[in-house]
Antibody, heavy 120, light 107 residues
Framework: QVQLQESGPGLVKPSQTLSLTCTVS??????????WSWIRQPAGKGLEWIGR???????NYNPSLKSRVTISVDTSKNQFSLKLSSVTAADTAVYYC????????????WGQGTLVTVSS | DIQMTQSPSSLSASVGDRVTITCRAS??????LNWYQQKPGKAPKLLIY???SLQSGVPSRFSGSGSGTDFTLTISSLQPEDFATYYC?????????FGQGTRLEIK
């Protein structure tokens, strides 16, 4: 059973860089045809896709966030990471990591989510 | 970006009711449409993928249909555990987008 777990600071200051890591267990991050994604959800609002990284290392980003986002993978640690630069209060949200596959093109595994607050 | 519009935004229904939620895409997305259920404080859960395929372990009272730009999620007989928020999501484009959500409440 694949499991995903987000980790990282819960509080980030405005203008700084938000950094989160997703640890994957129950399977290798580099095996199979999978995309590893980040999705966020401000309190009381809907889901916003941030971006994803493929097993091969190629990436896709939300055009509205592209200039500030970097997603990378560390296969030796079975982890992938999110960096979001120049954050503001509008970036305060629960951040989820999730997996989708080229089999069903849907998010079948999710982390539990981690709340990141941007505040001085 | 492909815009996904769900209707209604909220819905009140009773246990045993048949409920339908609609999702419309701003352009054709073939059958690259997924449905999720989210309960407060929890991650979304995949219900339906590829417009009409039931995810393993999901009760058969959930069904999906549609292709192109118009899609529906139907719950044939509402159960108490079905009261939640539902999201559609398109995976046709390399820039993935979600609908704004439909909150299903108890009448």
């Amino acid at each position: 059973q694949v499991q995903l777990q987000e980790s990282g600071p819960g509080l980030v200051k405005p203008s700084q860089t938000l950094s989160l890591t997703c640890t994957v267990s129950g399977g290798s991050i580099s095996s199979g045809s999978y995309y590893w994604s980040w999705i966020r959800q401000p309190a009381g609002k809907g889901l916003e896709w941030i971006g994803r990284i493929y097993t091969s290392g190629s990436t896709n980003y939300n055009p509205s966030l592209k200039s500030r986002v970097t997603i990378s993978v560390d296969t030796s640690k079975n982890q992938f990471s999110l960096k979001l630069s120049s954050v503001t209060a509008a970036d305060t949200a629960v951040y989820y990591c999730a997996r989708d596959s080229t089999y069903n093109w849907a998010y079948d595994y999710w982390g539990q989510g981690t709340l990141v607050t941007v505040s001085s | 970006d492909i815009q996904m519009t769900q209707s209604p935004s909220s819905l009140s229904a009773s246990v045993g009711d048949r409920v339908t939620i609609t999702c419309r895409a701003s352009q054709s997305i073939s059958s690259y449409l997924n449905w999720y259920q989210q309960k407060p404080g929890k991650a979304p859960k995949l219900l339906i993928y590829a417009a009409s395929s039931l995810q393993s372990g999901v009760p058969s009272r959930f069904s999906g249909s549609g292709s192109g730009t118009d899609f529906t999620l139907t719950i044939s007989s509402l159960q108490p555990e079905d009261f939640a928020t539902y999201y559609c999501q398109q995976s046709y484009s390399t820039s993935i987008t979600f609908g704004q959500g439909t909150r299903l409440e108890i009448k």
